[in-house]
């Protein structure tokens, strides 16, 4: 099935050329040139990866990625004409997957979706099944024992890493190439204090589990057999 991605952009112009160069790379496409519908069509349509104007004439590209990260952990990729880095780094930290500033080349724009789909896709896969812990990706929910988990994007896309191969060690690398958006910007103890964030919600639940281990000097990896 082919990738179904939603362009939101009120240029005409713009977003043919956008169109044109994802269906011509087997992308399949839907078209809005407002904000309003959105919700709506992330309810109702699988979207693999929303193209999201920053400029929009009913609302703010960033005040609908805030209001879509409520609810859906869809990639978002900002198209914005602005080039001040204060909105790069706003539209990152309210949940952006990665942002291109117009004017961009069709090869460009192609590429970066392709990117972020490649990064992304690892979230999209069902986990395995786990009596102790349930994943609801749609609200970007995990639970725990029958109890809903208060995490952080960052600690439940870790959570949901670990629930999708339960018993393998993955290091602070792969981690932080799997959760974070730009890896590079973060350290490793930035992963060190998520895990123990995590530890420290799973143990409000469950006091007696530990279902996290610690592998010195490795990484992470969630108990097999829970």
């Given at each position: ?30 078209r ?19 193209l ?46 990665d ?72 290091t ?34 469950r ?20």
């Amino acid at each position: 099935m082919k990738a179904k991605i939603l362009i939101v952009e009120d240029e005409p112009a713009i977003a043919d050329a956008i169109q044109y160069a994802l269906e011509t790379e087997g992308f399949d496409t839907i078209r809005r040139s407002s904000g309003s519908e959105v919700p709506f069509l992330l309810a109702k349509e699988s979207i693999r990866l929303i193209l999201l104007d920053i400029g929009l004439p009913d609302i703010s590209g960033l005040e609908l990625c805030k209001h879509i990260r409520k609810t859906h952990d869809t990639p978002i990729i900002f198209l914005t004409a602005r080039t001040e880095e204060i909105d790069r780094v706003v539209g990152l930290e309210i949940g952006a997957d990665d942002y291109i500033t117009k004017p961009f080349s069709p090869r460009e724009l192609t590429a970066r979706v392709k990117a972020v789909l490649r990064r992304t896709e690892h979230f999209h896969a069902d986990a395995p099944a786990n009596p102790d812990f349930q994943v609801n990706e749609s609200k970007c929910r995990i639970t725990y024992c029958g109890r809903d988990l208060d995490l952080s994007r960052y600690e439940y896309r870790i959570l949901q890493t670990f629930l999708s191969r339960p018993g393998h060690v993955f290091t602070r690398n792969q981690l932080m190439d799997l959760a974070w958006e730009e890896p590079e910007a973060s350290m490793d103890r930035t992963v060190d204090a998520h895990i123990k964030n995590i530890r420290a919600k799973l143990k409000a639940i469950r006091p007696d589990l530990d279902p996290i281990l610690t592998h010195r000097g490795v990484g992470y990896s969630l108990k097999e057999g829970l």
